[in-house]
């Protein structure tokens, strides 16, 4: 069967708030010059906003430059924040900071508590209002060339067997052909890989390094936390890696709480998943938590390279928007307010190379460095742009320079401040001090199978597996004896075991599309692509 083809001008994959942000401000912009673009957005999830976990506390700098009625046009706002703190932990106690003494990057008064869910639900009908076609359940697979220029993307193949064979109701992949296709697929996006390893946009640039969050939805039984932040830091991690905890107080008495540990730590036993139970054992949050229900449950990786680890962002027939291209401030933990910056940036310099019909002026794509160094979102990210790298010197060096960074505007440390890849740390040995580890007592701390239930995740059990490992020999002869499989610690999902056969069982059903794996992985030995079909339910996160 030969695949169908459908042209339009713009193609944006990715339904999350870069891309909806880019197609509704790209339509305006069109329609303000008299011209009409006809602009698709796909996304792999079979409803729109299912995949979306990022939240919940967001900056409405960005929602209101694009809305600026976004309130009275009923932006799902749960609640403005009203209180915020840092706690810092130790294994039984804490020290609260608030009002002056509570760091910059701490304050959030006056910010709005999200779900990304619901923000993303009411982006795509605003994007169809401006007649900007929204599909979900299309997953797009592969990058279309014409030359050297992007031309589209293929979508996935619908009806495979488990052996990749063609079943009674195979269905081949749609070929969508455009004149810029925009990837805003969020982070460690596979279209995004599959562009740098074919036109190198993080060339002269850090790596992108990243976090991984893993994250739960409460209903407890206080009533009186709406609105409250609070932020937490010290243990369990310590000093050996970055990272810590967030409570979001909702309505209806739900707590959104998670820890965000970075994937810089080297310790190949790491999990994740583990770590979190832990820190929900801390005094401090079992009072919190005592007699509620654990309601959701997702995971996520987060790129905390902030500004040295942009990508460049434009070329021939393309645009990458988001956090596919790391808009995210690690010292504020936010990246909602930059993803619709960087799709409005996007969409301003679009319009401009787009204009006329016909082709595409690569030219005038290239105004996105422009717009970009003149915008809010660059100056943001350019205060902050030394803040994540010293972490990966050691704990007290990337607090010295953490604290300069924010005491000195970014002035402090100078230069650039170099990073590497977080799967390049990783110290090789069996004999690394063992993480603390909580037994699951099915009420306050979880094992990974029944978060995974939690997530809603499912997947078509008889259809390819898009969990890639590209050399199951190096698993078994040298992963085994350097690092001993960190593999089944690292995912938050139990997708790899290990059971002494020829290499790791995939369990593929039970991943929640976190990425995790194809960042972690010490040798770049597994490639994440997207499945036909299936993923997270993420409700209300």
Known sequence: ???????????????????????????????????????????????????????AVMDPRGILALFPHARSEGFPVQSEVTDDAFLWLTEKGRRTFRGPFLPPNFRNEGKWIVS???????LAEKAEAEGVEVYPGFAAAQLLWDGERLAGVRTADQGRGKDGEPKANFQPGMEIRARLTVLAEGPRGSLTKDLSEARGIWNGRNPQIYGVGVKELWEVERDDLVGKVLHTGGWPLGKRAYGGGWIYGLPDRKLSIGFVTGMDHGDPSFDYHALMQLWKT????????????????????????????????????????GDSAGFLDAARLKGLHLAVESGMIGAEAAVEALAGGGGLSVEKLSRFDDLFEASKAREQLWKVRNFRQGFQKGFYRGMLGAGLTILTG???PAGRVPAKADHELYRKGLGHEPWPRVQP????????????????????????????????????????????????????AAVYEWEGGPGPKINASNCVHCKTCDVADPYQNIDWQVPESGGPVYLGM
């Open 1 to 55: 069967m030969e695949p169908e083809t459908l042209e339009v001008d713009v193609l944006v994959v990715g339904a999350g708030p870069a891309g909806l942000s880019f197609a509704i401000h790209l339509a305006r912009l069109a329609q303000e010059r008299g011209e009409e673009l006809a602009i698709l957005v796909l996304d792999k999830a079979e409803e729109l906003g299912r995949h979306q976990l990022s939240g």
């Open 116 to 122: 990304a869910q619901e923000m993303v639900v009411w």
């Open 282 to 321: 801390h005094p401090f949050m079992r009072e919190l938590l005592e007699g509620g229900k654990m309601l959701r449950y997702g995971a996520k990786t987060v790129p905390e390279g902030g500004y040295w680890s942009l990508p460049k962002c434009w070329g021939d027939g393309w645009l990458v928007l």
């Open 410 to 412: 970014g002035r402090l």
């Open 441 to 492: 007592d099915g009420k306050l701390t979880f094992d990974k199978l029944t978060d995974v239930y939690h997530s809603g995740t499912v997947h078509e059990e008889d259809q390819p597996c898009h969990l890639h490992v590209l050399e199951t020999s190096l698993c078994v002869d040298r992963c085994t004896e350097e690092y001993g499989n960190p593999c089944r610690h690292f995912c938050p």
